[in-house]
């Protein structure tokens, strides 16, 4: 065997071995639209009143999982959503910077096969990168993402961190 081959077979063996080796995330993620018809949906963003819709955080370990509470700083932008466009821009609405002036790395077990439920209501505190178009009604696709970062009071509370993806969804956006 040549010295090239001996190299690449040697690279693969390692780098298949680590992407073999991660551990798989202990949660599923679905999304559950404000509206529901047919195989699709309706979710609405509005900078006062938009209607809540949630996206549902479930343990499918078979061991309890501690996540933030999203009410303080370490868990304010764990949820964030990818969205395409029916012409193929995509788009990141994550949760805005935010001045904490009370906070505490508070957090909720999760017990296996259980969940976690959170409201969301894309208001003003919510940002799109690059910015959506303005337009009262658009077909998306829409992907929730749940991450957590690794920090010290991640490690100190036991979280899991990394990231998992929910499964895409074909929705209508409402803006006003």
Do not use: C
Request: proline fraction near 7%.
């Amino acid at each position: 065997m040549t010295k090239p081959a001996l190299l690449s077979l040697v690279l693969l063996a390692v780098f298949g071995t680590l992407r073999g080796d991660a551990a798989p995330a202990p949660f599923s993620l679905a999304v559950v639209p404000s509206r529901s018809f047919g195989d699709g949906g309706t979710i609405s963003m509005s900078h006062d009143k938009p209607q809540d819709f949630y996206v549902v955080l479930t343990n499918v370990s078979g061991e309890p999982q501690v996540v933030w509470e999203l009410w303080n700083s370490w868990g304010y932008q764990t949820i964030s959503f990818e969205l395409t466009t029916a012409n193929g821009k995509k788009f990141v609405l994550s949760r805005g910077p935010e001045a904490f002036t009370k906070n505490n790395p508070t957090t909720f077990a999760v017990q296996p096969g259980e969940h976690q439920v959170y409201a969301i209501h894309l208001d003003k505190w919510w940002v799109s990168n690059p910015a959506l178009p303005k337009t009262d009604e658009m077909p998306i696709t829409l992907k929730a993402v749940y991450q957590v970062s690794p920090t010290r009071e991640a490690s100190e509370h036991n979280l899991w961190t990394g990231r998992a993806e929910s499964h895409s969804y074909h929705f209508t956006l409402r803006q006003w």
